[in-house]
């Protein structure tokens, strides 16, 4: 198990197995895989940065946006967990907590325990298809808006109407397999330009 | 469950490890911030990075309010017109009316030896964004300490109060609105000068009376305005209309639900007040008196 299930390898730099070795598991049949290029850093982050741009955006109090940040933010830490750790996560919910005028740190402990959630399953989540990682996703940025959620109740009480803000957690994991198939898009380039290739 | 890497790799600490030692950053970041003011330095620095990077981000927002007001139709621009003119037609009644009284309330100041009210400095700013966090009410504004903003300033628009500056930054100001659930504020009901304490109510976008008994003079549709007991909010600024008033007899209180005056989350220029915030009460004085003297300690909670 241990051995079969890295596919794109942690550390980003090689492919040891394609998918295509992998054993059958159940109910699930033989799918090829594409051999992943290496990741470059500088994409890993001015994804991040464009995420975080995204969530600064003045979207006021429209419940639907979902956190474009903790999306990339798990996206990353599942499939790069050796280069996006959680003190990325720690230092960017900082900054989010400040632009919001919560509480410092509120925002920071929830992108940790995201990250910390997304880098312990990594392994798994990558397993399944795309569609399937959806509930996962769904599972982790529930997590994420528990934690705040929770730190808020216990300091100020509940207020009206605040389980509606859940609500972008679900446009989140929708959202997550059009962000997978960006954000994978650079790795998936041919590593030779072939003019006969035909795709 | 451990799917842990083979030990000769070097994966540096692990994963519990670092999860532990940040949540209890987090943690002790939440509590240290909640007690005391001690991180509004750290706050204040990463706002003043950030605060560029937001104005730039505002941008496209404003670009499509600008395109969208470019597109209005002549008949719309002509409606509004109109309505501003009548608009200004019956307050230029009213400001008239105004000076007349402003002159005969100096005058029965000065004879009854009444101290002179002096008139509030105030700075018209702008509304940059409303906070995502869904448990709290607050607007950012484009003007901070730099342009001499305090802490404590009442903020109102055209038609009442929108809610207090809470938080200062070098460049922009965090104000908590009316309707947040942790504001209060001194009101007053013309119809009667009932006195009351005004706190955000349990619905969106509402305020509420509370600690009123059951059986209160308090109808639908009375005005409400501030008291300024607090010495903070100027008194007689609309505040809210009563919408409903439950009397439900299991409770002691009655539950008064008011909407704002003020559009709260529609207008985007505002008005901040510059009023001094009423000197603390003297330990000797609080001792002797110690509730009535301090009205407003919940009104300047930062």
Redesign the interface.
């Known amino acids: 198990?241990?051995m079969w299930?890295s596919r794109t390898g942690?550390n980003g730099t090689t492919v040891t197995n394609p998918g295509t070795m992998r054993p059958p598991t159940i109910g699930r049949s033989l799918r090829p895989e594409q051999v992943l290029r290496p990741v470059r850093p500088g994409f890993i982050w001015s994804t991040l940065i464009g995420a975080f741009?995204l969530n600064?955006?003045?979207?006021?109090?429209d419940?639907w946006?979902p956190d474009f940040f903790a999306l990339t933010l798990v996206f990353w830490n599942v499939h790069q967990p050796?280069r996006v750790?959680?003190?990325i996560?720690?230092v960017f919910?900082?900054?989010m907590d400040?632009?919001?005028?919560?509480?410092?740190?509120?925002h920071?402990?929830a992108y940790?325990?995201v990250s910390?959630g997304a880098?312990?399953l990594h392994?798994r989540i990558q397993w399944f298809p795309v569609l399937s990682q959806t509930i996962y996703v769904f599972a982790l940025l529930l997590v994420a808006q528990l934690a705040s959620?929770a730190?808020?109740l216990w300091?100020?009480?509940a207020?009206?109407?605040?389980w509606?803000?859940l609500l972008s957690s679900v446009v989140g994991a929708v959202i997550w397999p059009l962000l997978n198939s960006f954000l994978l898009a650079p790795q998936r380039r041919p590593a030779k330009r072939d003019d006969t290739r035909p795709l | 469950m451990e799917?842990g890497?083979p030990p000769l790799f070097n994966?540096g600490v692990s994963?519990?490890a670092?999860?532990a030692f940040?949540?209890l950053?987090?943690?002790?970041?939440?509590i240290?911030?909640?007690q005391v003011n001690a991180?509004d330095s750290?706050?204040n620095g990463?706002?003043t990075i950030?605060y560029p990077?937001?104005r730039v981000?505002?941008w496209?927002?404003d670009l499509v309010v600008d395109v969208a007001g470019y597109f209005q139709t002549i008949g719309s621009l002509n409606e509004e017109n109109e309505h501003l003119r009548r608009q200004m037609v019956e307050q230029s009644e009213r400001a008239q009316q105004a000076d007349q009284l402003q002159k005969e309330n100096d005058q029965l100041r000065s004879l009854a030896g009444v101290k002179e009210r002096l008139a509030v400095p105030s700075q018209v700013v702008v509304e940059?964004?409303?906070?995502?966090?869904?448990?709290?009410n607050?607007i950012?504004i484009d003007r901070g300490s730099h342009d001499g903003m305090k802490p404590g300033g009442p903020v109102i628009d055209e038609s009442g109060v929108v809610g207090q500056v809470t938080?200062v930054f070098p460049n922009s100001s965090?104000v908590t609105l009316l309707t947040d659930?942790?504001q209060s504020l001194p009101v007053q009901v013309v119809r009667n000068g009932l006195h009351a304490v005004a706190f955000g109510?349990?619905?969106?976008g509402t305020l509420e009376l509370k600690f009123l008994p059951a059986n209160v003079d308090v109808q639908g549709g009375d005005q409400v305005v501030t008291s300024g007991l607090d010495g903070v909010y100027p008194a007689g600024m609309a505040v809210a209309t009563v919408t409903r008033v439950d009397r439900d007899l299991k409770d002691q209180f009655a539950r008064v639900v008011l909407k704002p005056a003020a559009g709260l989350?529609e207008s985007r220029l505002l008005l901040v007040l510059m009023t001094k915030p009423p000197p603390l009460p003297l330990p000797e004085a609080e001792q002797r008196k110690p509730a009535n003297e301090r009205p407003n300690s919940k009104a300047v909670r930062r």
């Open positions: 198990m241990k299930t942690s741009l600064l955006l003045p979207w006021g109090k419940v946006v050796r750790g959680m003190g996560a720690f919910g900082l900054l400040v632009h919001n005028g919560t509480l410092f740190g509120e920071a402990l940790t325990l910390y880098i312990s392994r959620a730190i808020r300091v100020g009480g207020s009206p109407g605040w509606l803000g | 799917y890497p994966q994963a519990r670092r999860l940040f949540s950053a987090a943690a002790a970041l939440i240290v911030d909640r991180l750290v706050r990463v706002e950030l990077v937001q981000l505002l496209p927002r940059l964004y409303e906070s995502r966090d869904s448990f709290s607050k950012v938080r965090e659930k942790e109510g349990q619905e969106r989350s």
